[in-house]
């Protein structure tokens, strides 16, 4: 119990038990205890027995404040996320019925990123080639990424900058691909997912103890 650094119970459907240690965390789907309580009688468990030592109620503080913070976290609204998983969803079915796939290059029409046209000067490319899909499968897997990474990212550090990360990325991202002289055509939100992951990665390394 000397090791336990963070306690935190989040209810509902997708509820857990979040037991974090010195050696990593430990997370408890609520779905997975034989009874429905159970959890919270762990956690009560671990609370009394934390508190049992020396410096236990200090502790038990610090697990209450770690916790109000995660739960205001979880509680916080991930519109801007759902927003762009819905235009990437809507611009791929104007793809779809506006004849972006009835010929090999008919994307380009739509913005599709093409390296000659982009260092001719359509900078545009570098934005609207993003918004692009070239398949059902490519836009479900691109949305499912940003969907979880984009609401970690917009959770905790807001619609605004979770939406400035995903465009600095897409942009820079495509602009990339196209200096690098390997694709003369692209299309995808991949490289606005990447941002997001490299974010996600690099908060969960510098916040690592919380």
Do not use: C, M
């Amino acid at each position: 119990y000397r090791e336990v650094n963070s306690l935190f119970l989040k209810a509902g459907r997708s509820g857990f038990l979040l037991i974090g240690t010195a050696l990593g965390n430990f997370v408890f789907p609520l779905k997975s205890f034989q009874v429905a309580d159970d959890a919270q009688r762990l956690e009560r468990a671990i609370r009394e027995r934390i508190q049992a030592l020396p410096d236990g109620d200090a502790r038990v503080l610090a697990f209450d404040q770690k916790g109000a913070q995660a739960g205001a976290t979880f509680a916080h609204p991930i519109r801007a996320t759902i927003g762009v998983v819905a235009i990437l969803g809507g611009i791929f079915l104007l793809q779809q019925f506006g004849g972006a796939f009835d010929q090999a290059f008919s994307i380009v029409r739509f913005g599709a990123s093409a390296r000659l046209l982009v260092l001719d000067g359509q900078w545009y490319r570098l934005l609207t080639g993003s918004l692009l899909h070239g398949s059902l499968i490519h836009v479900l897997l691109n949305g499912l990424a940003i969907h979880a990474l984009g609401g970690a990212i917009e959770r905790l550090y807001g619609s605004r900058n979770f939406l400035l990360i995903y465009l600095v990325s897409a942009v820079f991202g495509t602009g990339l691909s196209v200096l690098s002289n390997r694709a003369e055509l692209s299309v995808g939100a991949s490289t606005a997912a990447f941002g997001l992951l490299g974010a996600y990665a690099f908060t969960a390394y510098r916040y690592r103890d919380r």
